[in-house]
């Protein structure tokens, strides 16, 4: 069946700082890729998206590419902030649901 | 106003009560999910619906039923609830989208409704 498998956390991180949540998968045929973000005390929102091969998605300074080759989705931002402060959610969509990862925290501190 | 609401927000219960908790959508979608969120587990399927007639189950359908009352309505009900149905419930739209549009499959979630059974 689909699954996905992300780093565990939490991820400390100082304000600035480089940060990358690994994130693989296993799917049959080619599944569409997904980051949501959780802030506390919220529901969960879109972050970006893939839907092919070596499509690259971003926002908010957000970046991940979809590998084929590699069957992983990493997220990456150059430069995060601590209102990135939350949880991150790596999930692939087969036939019209999403399987989610297990989530992600991450933690910037000032 | 949110696009996607819940009721209750949060509910204390004890074990074998019945208990409903409600979603409501203002965007128009024609699919519905509901999800629950446990620690370290992420989120994972309890059922979902592609329209008023469609009802589907998910991963973890047992002990649950669901109910759509009409395109922008979803309820969720544990007939009798159990201690590990404690969990962060939420309630996700999405609309069909064009097969690799914009729009695909992109789900919006409700702000979650936190059911403690005790």
């Known amino acids: 069946g689909n699954s996905v498998t992300q780093m565990e956390g939490p991820v400390t991180l100082s304000e600035e700082a480089f940060l990358t949540i690994n994130c693989t998968y296993t799917?049959?045929?080619?599944?569409?890729l997904f980051w949501y973000v959780q802030y506390p005390g919220e529901g969960l929102q879109l972050l970006l998206k893939a839907t092919k091969a070596d499509d690259k998605g971003s926002n908010k300074g957000f970046e991940a590419t979809y590998r084929k080759e590699t069957t992983s989705f990493h997220l990456e931002k150059g430069s995060v902030q601590v209102s990135d402060s939350a949880v991150y959610f790596c999930?692939?969509?087969?036939?019209?649901?999403?399987?989610f990862g297990k989530g992600t925290m991450l933690l910037v501190s000032p | 106003d949110a696009d996607v609401t819940q009721t209750p927000r949060n509910r204390i219960t004890k074990t074998g009560k019945r208990i409903m908790l409600e979603c409501s959508q203002t965007k128009g979608h024609d699919r519905m999910y509901w999800y629950r969120q446990d620690p370290g587990l992420g989120l994972r399927l309890i059922y979902y619906s592609f329209d008023v007639k469609d009802i589907n189950k998910g991963e973890i359908s047992d002990g649950y039923s669901v109910s759509r009352q009409a395109q922008a309505k979803f309820s969720l009900s544990l007939e009798s609830a159990i201690p590990n149905q404690t969990a962060l419930y939420f309630c996700?739209?999405?609309?069909?989208?064009?097969?690799?549009?914009?729009?695909?499959?992109?789900?919006?979630f409700g702000p979650g409704t936190r059911l403690t059974v005790l």
């Open positions: 799917a049959t045929g080619y599944p569409s």
């Open positions: 996700a739209t999405s609309d069909r989208g064009l097969a690799g549009g914009p729009r695909e499959n992109e789900q919006f």
């Open positions: 999930a692939l969509r087969r036939y019209s649901t999403l399987t």
